[in-house]
């Protein structure tokens, strides 16, 4: 009989309003967002929807908060649709609530445990009150084409104004229904504010403030990092521009003393002196460039890369190969516009790869690197050649994570590439010795989505 | 048949190639001809594509027409993938990978150098024995999906895997790794049959295993690489 009873008692007090406010919710989601809604993962807004009901629904002060916050944070840890499921949540409060609201409104009367008829009463009245505005809303956005992108601030100004709307709201709602209440309940008001109002709101706030935080304290991050990395770019095309410019000043100069010397050559050629002539381009003409400093890595070629930040990474590994004597031959002859690659992991394997070439062709008597991008029909090919020293490589171990030929605690390079060209379904990376040349090509496919 | 066709727009250096190349063929008696001679690249795109030969091509990278040199190379590739292509230039500073990476293409030659002539023969003979070895094109399979084709003997292969990603496979030879789209069925019906599925994702060529470990279900490949063997296709490989 006690068993009975609790069930009883369970079922409809504190399971029955629950849930059917979830499926109201789920119902909503579905008017408003019918098309884009598939119907199997309708199970986890309504889960949730759910168990949030049953946790409001006992009306106790002390477990709601906590409860919230676990369920609140077990939710947020799987990671995908966080705004969705705070959402869920959000809703849910909004609904009971005016659940409650309604029963008192309509009672006049002090419920601890809302009986039976009344709950079913107020229920029907949300879910026909809800329902109604759904199909409203959802009509008048119908004519509307919302097509345009919001750039992030915008969604930061749409966020706080979704959140601070309904909580408004409610704030607003709380003193208007005390003085109701006070006025024309037959029993205490007290006890619906301790009941509903308190353990309801005070979570909610506390709850809505939280979040607002975190995602402020987010972003804030993500612009810093954002940040550093235009600066560390722009210093890095700073230097490439250096470099260009000393590649000119060396061409201006050759070009003159070429124009002083052809001067002479008129001379000689108007007065016929052959021997002179012959003596005089031998000895100063031939070799003229022999005193020049001429930069034959070819950076210049980089002006063909139109991916900036792939460029400034280009540009510092090719700089830091030439300050170390290497030489580094860029090979480009058309423009690369597009690469299907986040710039950030194609920059972080491609600065690997370098350091790695650089490293090896070192050892070398006379280092090379060869560097050469090309577009092959849908693919963009990136090639690194470099010579070595010693011991040839064995492919298969490089890319192993720890394995290192250059001393403890390193080898994590190779590995980290592997695991990056991996999570691309569209790249592919290809590995070969020949000789005592170690090639690497990236190939990367053009996905046009 | 294989045909040497010449693009050069300077007739003096196009008649000093043209001279070169028939003096080499003469001298050492190969089967050659040099059929087109011309600085017109859209007739050499037209010869191309109606006689459908492969060619041994000297092409000039600097070409005063609106297709220059590299782009009539890409043109060429896609209609004769046999073809032996070769760029004269007279820059010093040549992009050579590139053009062996874009257009698969042989050699280069620098026109003022010199030894351009040696190197032109040099090319030229070694364009036309490679040709004509027969067998050595029977021992390579060419796997040309998606645009790239890439050309394995499979006497070199130690094994295949599937990669991490779907749809990608990884062929390992000794000195090599290479990644390609593709699954291991169709891989399989190409190659020869000392080629065994030892497990779902890999197969593995039978004349390079070294040992096989049963208890850990490993096969131990000649370049001490492991790939691993699953049990239902364990009794298989002894067979």
């Known amino acids: 009989m006690i068993w009975q009873n609790i069930l009883n008692g369970v079922t409809r007090f504190l399971v029955g309003r629950p849930f059917f406010v979830g499926i109201l919710y789920c119902i909503s989601i579905w008017i408003l967002f019918g098309k884009s809604f598939q119907l199997n993962k309708i199970k986890n807004p309504f889960l949730i929807a759910f168990v949030v009901g049953i946790i ?54 002090d419920y601890l445990y809302v009986p039976y008829k009344i709950q079913v009463i107020s229920i029907s009245v949300l879910y026909v009150i809800v329902i109604f505005i759904c199909i409203v809303i959802k009509n008048a956005f119908l004519n509307k084409k919302y097509k345009r992108k919001f750039n992030s601030s915008e969604i930061r100004s749409k966020m706080i104004l979704i959140i601070s709307l309904p909580l408004s709201v409610v704030i607003m709602l709380m003193a ?70 000393n590649m000119y000043s060396e061409t201006r100069k050759f070009k003159h003393d070429y124009m002083n010397m052809l001067v002479p050559l008129k001379e000689y050629i108007d007065s016929e002196n052959i021997l002179e002539l012959k003596k005089f381009f031998y000895e100063n003409i031939l070799d003229m460039d022999k005193n020049v400093n001429w930069n034959s890595s070819n950076i210049d070629k980089l002006k063909y890369v139109k991916v900036l930040g792939f460029k400034a990474m280009l540009s510092t590994k090719i700089i830091s190969a030439i300050s170390k004597k290497i030489d580094i031959k860029v090979e480009l002859m058309e ?83 592997k695991h990056i060209v991996d999570s691309y379904e569209n790249a592919f990376i290809n590995t070969s010795v020949e000789g005592n040349m170690f090639t690497q090509e990236l190939w990367i496919k053009n996905t046009f989505s | ?132 070895k027969n067998n050595n094109k029977e021992e390579y399979i060419s796997i040309n999906l998606d645009d790239r084709v890439i050309n394995i003997k499979p006497e070199d292969i130690l094994f295949i895997e599937t990669s991490k990603s779907p749809h990608k496979i990884c062929i390992h030879e000794e000195n090599r790794q290479t990644e390609l789209y593709g699954n291991l069925k169709d891989i399989q019906e190409k190659l020869p049959g000392n080629f065994y599925r030892c497990h779902k994702s890999y197969i593995v060529n039978k004349d390079k295993i070294s040992e096989i470990d049963k208890k850990h279900n490993t096969i131990i490949m000649t370049n001490s690489e492991e790939c691993y063997v699953s049990f239902r296709y364990m009794r298989g490989l002894f067979s």
Do not use: W
């Open chain 1, 56 to 109: 409001l629904e006992t009306g106790s002060y002390l477990l709601i908060l906590p409860l919230l916050i676990v369920v609140t944070i077990n939710e947020l840890k799987n990671g995908e649709n966080k705004i969705k499921k705070l959402v869920t949540i959000f809703c849910i409060y909004l609904l009971m609530y005016i659940g409650d609201i309604l029963i008192i409104l309509f009672t006049r009367k």
């Open chain 1, 176 to 245: 208007p229904v005390v003085l109701f209440m006070y006025r024309n309940s037959e029993e205490g008001y007290l006890v619906s504010i301790f009941n509903i109002i308190i353990p309801q709101i005070i979570p909610l706030i506390v709850m809505i403030l939280i979040n607002i935080i975190i995602y402020n304290y987010d972003k804030s991050v993500e612009n810093e990092v954002k940040l550093k990395r235009e600066i560390e770019e722009k210093r890095e095309i700073e230097e490439y521009s250096k470099i260009i410019e």
């Open chain 1, 335 to 417: 423009d690369i516009n597009g690469i299907a690659m986040n710039v950030m992991d194609l920059c972080r394997i491609t600065g690997i790869i370098m350091d790695n070439a650089i490293e090896a062709s070192e050892q070398c008597e006379k280092p090379k690197i060869f560097l050469c991008i090309v577009n092959k029909k849908d693919y963009v090919v990136m090639v690194i050649q470099n010579n070595y020293f010693g011991d040839k490589p064995v492919i298969h171990k490089i890319y192993k994570e720890g394995f290192s030929t250059k001393g403890r605690d390193r080898g994590i390079g190779l590995s980290n590439v």
């Open chain 2, 1 to 132: 048949m294989l045909e040497v066709i010449i693009c050069e727009d300077n007739t003096v250096q196009m008649s000093n190639l043209k001279n070169l190349i028939e003096n080499t063929i003469l001298r050492e008696e190969i089967d050659l001809k040099v059929t087109l001679c011309t600085g017109d690249p859209h007739e050499i795109l037209d010869y191309v594509k109606k006689s459908s030969v492969t060619g041994i091509y000297f092409l000039d990278v600097d070409l005063k027409s609106n297709i220059n040199g590299i782009k009539l190379a890409e043109k060429i590739r896609d209609i004769d993938s046999f073809g032996f292509i070769i760029f004269t230039t007279t820059h010093l500073e040549m992009s050579y990978m590139a053009f062996k990476y874009k257009v698969e293409a042989m050699d280069y030659v620098i026109k003022d150098d010199d030894d351009f002539k040696a190197r032109v023969n040099g090319c030229l003979l070694k364009a036309y024995n490679t040709y004509y």
